[in-house]
Nanobody, 123 residues
């Protein structure tokens, strides 16, 4: 019902920068994309929070992302970017876009996930 499309992943050298983006689209009317964020999953590890952005609140970052990553959402658009600086090999993972959506006027809240985009940090 809500599709999340990620872009911008790729290969980058340690210390480099990369921005990944996600756009939400839906045929549903009257929805509010309240929170959008990024999670990542490295091989053999559980999926973990990277950063989230909730309307009207300060962004939330994992400790590993603080000071290096910046999450942003364009005004009046169901999209989210993650700018990643000073990348390390341990940042290598599949990065998944996440959206927490409310059907306006109801108590229906739904979480959606994108397909993921690979980020590889290697020399």
């Amino acid at each position: 019902q809500v599709q999340l499309v990620e872009s911008g992943g790729g290969l980058v050298r340690p210390g480099g920068s990369l921005t990944i983006s996600c756009t939400a689209s839906s045929k549903l009317a009257n929805i509010d994309v309240v929170t959008m964020g990024w999670y990542r999953q490295a091989p053999g590890k559980q999926r973990e929070l990277v950063a989230t952005h909730t309307t009207g609140r300060s962004p939330n970052y994992a400790e590993s992302a603080k000071g290096r990553f910046t999450i942003s959402r364009p005004t009046y658009k169901a999209a989210v970017d993650l700018q990643m600086n000073s990348l390390k090999p341990e940042d290598t993972a599949v990065y998944y876009c996440n959206a927490y959506v409310n059907r306006i006027g109801t108590t229906i809240w739904t979480t959606y996930w994108g397909q993921g985009t690979q980020v590889t940090v290697s020399s």
